[in-house]
């Protein structure tokens, strides 16, 4: 055991030591949360950290407040009275808290019995943010996911592609030489509807079969929101939704595959449509932020409920009746390959905001 520094006196080298309370300093200086409890399950002591990720206000955690009073600290009374009943440590579990909004944040926490005597007299937590890490950790599993994805379609889509082109083209002759007086013209009609339908499905699925190396060309934002507002404007007009765009002047040129870019806010824009419905808005802004270009998507649907642990990138997840679940994949795949990010989250005034962040330079923000 290390015996404390006498406090008047002189280290080795001639320097003073630290106080006596050192510890307190040690403590604050860590980055993981350190939060003391005693055996009444009230607070010993708590650095800055566990403040910040708990989310609780900085001071809040003082020596002697309850535990059990204290926000976003009630579920931790069972971790508590198993430390203290088992004398044993307790792996690492998670634990969400608040973090403002509709946001949770993701806690990694450990304990460990306080030993003093050799009796347990309370438990010690530690915190730490494991926000970050999951975001990666779910980026890497949609990655694998899209690739499985690849491998299973790129053999079984080929074989129903021809088929499809034949059904579509034998209903496309049929409309033509029945024409619309023809009693049997709408059933041509919507063989003809429901296979460019499936063919659309097929050209979805062949995307996560093809490789996805983006070609950055030198471009501006304006050429990029230009072409996803072509691919957008005759759907946002059937359907009855204001479509529009803003850029501002000054914005410096980037690099990124023009195409692929303009694709990817394509997918959500018509996402937005589909949710603002006849008589909405859907918005497209674009903005600079240190290193990064920011597209933001917003409209003025209901928004986007999800349940805990739901991701809306992931293949196959949808919550439109209908939908394959790949458009957003798709979006996904696309910017990373960019070395960008996306996201979104629900509007105070009500709707969803999708943001999309390209780096000026491809690679600079690694």
Avoid: W
């Amino acid at each position: 055991m290390i015996k404390p520094t006498p406090h008047n006196a002189t280290l080795p080298d001639g320097s003073a030591p630290l106080l006596d309370n050192c510890h307190a300093y040690v403590l604050d200086a860590l980055a993981s949360g350190v939060l003391a409890v005693d055996a009444h399950e009230r607070i010993l002591a708590a650095n800055e950290a566990a403040h910040t990720h708990l989310g609780i206000e900085g001071g809040t955690l003082k020596p002697g407040a309850p535990l059990a009073t204290l926000p976003n600290l009630e579920t931790m009374a069972a971790y508590f009275e198993q430390v203290m009943a088992s004398g044993e440590p307790l792996e690492r579990q998670e634990l969400l808290v608040d973090a403002g909004g509709e946001e949770k944040k993701e806690i990694g926490l450990s304990a460990g019995p306080l030993m003093i005597d050799g009796e347990v007299r309370g438990v010690v937590f530690l915190f730490t943010d494991m926000t970050v890490r999951r975001k990666f950790e779910r980026a890497a599993e949609i990655n694998r996911q899209l690739a499985a994805l690849g491998e299973l379609t790129a053999g079984v889509v080929h074989e129903l592609r021809n088929p499809m082109s034949v059904i579509s083209a034998m209903a496309e002759i049929l409309m033509r030489k029945l024409g619309k007086p023809d009693e049997r013209y709408p059933a041509a009609e919507t063989i003809f509807r429901e296979a460019a339908s499936v063919e659309k499905a097929i050209s979805q699925f062949l995307g996560f079969a093809r490789p996805y190396d983006v070609r950055p060309v030198h471009c501006t934002s304006d050429e990029i929101v230009a072409r996803a507002m072509q691919l957008c404007s005759r759907r946002a007009e059937k359907l009855g939704v204001s479509l529009h765009s803003t850029v501002p002047e000054g914005l410096p040129d980037m690099k990124a595959d023009v195409g692929r870019a303009a694709q990817a806010l394509a997918n959500i824009i018509n996402n937005g449509i589909d949710a603002a419905g006849h008589g909405g808005e859907v918005c497209l802004e674009v903005k600079r932020i240190g290193g990064e270009i920011v597209f933001e998507i917003t409209d003025t649907g209901p928004g986007i409920r999800v349940k805990g642990g739901e991701d809306v990138f992931k293949p196959f997840f949808t919550l439109k009746e209908g939908g394959t679940g790949l458009g957003l994949a798709i979006v996904h795949r696309i910017i990373t390959a960019h070395d960008g990010a996306v996201s979104h989250h629900n509007r105070p005034e009500g709707g969803a905001c999708f943001q999309v962040r390209l780096p000026i330079e491809p690679g600079a923000l690694r």
